[in-house]
């Protein structure tokens, strides 16, 4: 039995060291990937479910790399975080919104509202406020048209410290969303004290909604507590058209997957909105 026990325990270590040794190679690649400008945004509409009408996107993190091919965000996120390298990534990102919906104001004299993902640590920096505000006025561009998209899951090391932070960036003008609702574990009680503006329900709910009473009932309970708590709701992950009349006919007013787009990179993603708006 000891035999076996230290075994498997050496299994254990040589699993580690590979994720450790896989951890390395992504970061490192990483960091080349960012300074070498190999990192690229794709926007994925979100939709008004009654028309169809596309009213903004979220950008989504794409990495194409010669030798790993394409990392996933799921796998490039955690290590940035890790090593730390979020913070620069990050920047980057934020002002890469920026500067998409700077040009498309300039090209078509529309403003255009573009949902971004935030991680942990990016949320948690100190001084993440004053850094986001320093980059919409660079880009001279007004802060609701960046909403910050958060998860529960962000907030529970230490909610009084989130709070605050949510509470400064929303007195300057950002949107906040929170993400993969009702995967985590916020009760009521914080939800009220968050200054959220909009809740987007988790593709777990969405998938099934239309064939499974639970998740149903979970979602026309969420229709009701967002009315009265004037947030807005998105659902995600609409993948087929008996979900979104279903949801729908509940009163979801948004909803964003591969049933409208799947996430494009800019120049699709412009060309979409323009036909859409008729330009
Ligand atoms: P998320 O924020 O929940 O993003 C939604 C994910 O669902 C995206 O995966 C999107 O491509 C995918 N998706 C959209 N519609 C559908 C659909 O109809 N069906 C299915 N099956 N999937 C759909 P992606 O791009 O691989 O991103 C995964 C996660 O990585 C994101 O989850 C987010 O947490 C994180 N992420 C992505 N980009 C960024 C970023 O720029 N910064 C940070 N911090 N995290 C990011
Ligand atoms: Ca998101
Ligand atoms: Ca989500
Ligand atoms: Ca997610």
Redesign the pocket.
Known sequence: AKRQGRSRMCYFSAELADKAQEYLTIESKLRRALENSELQ??Y?PQVDLATGDIVAA????RWHSDELGWV???RM?PVAEEGGL?IAL?RW?IEECCRTIRGYHRSSGNWFPIA????AR?FLEPGFTDELVEIVRFYDIPPSLLEL?L?ESMMLDDVGKAIETMKALSFKGFKIAL??FGTGYTSLAYLKQFPVSKLKLD?AFVTDVHRDVNDAAIAEALVTFTRVMGLSLVA????ESVQHECLNLMGFRFG????FS??LPKDQFISLLETKLGV
């Open positions: 945004l794709y994925q979220e950008a989504l993190l996933s965000p799921d996120i979020i990050g990102i971004v993902n935030v991680s990016q998209e998860t993400d993969d593709r995600e992950g609409i993948e964003q997957g591969y049933l799947r996430p």
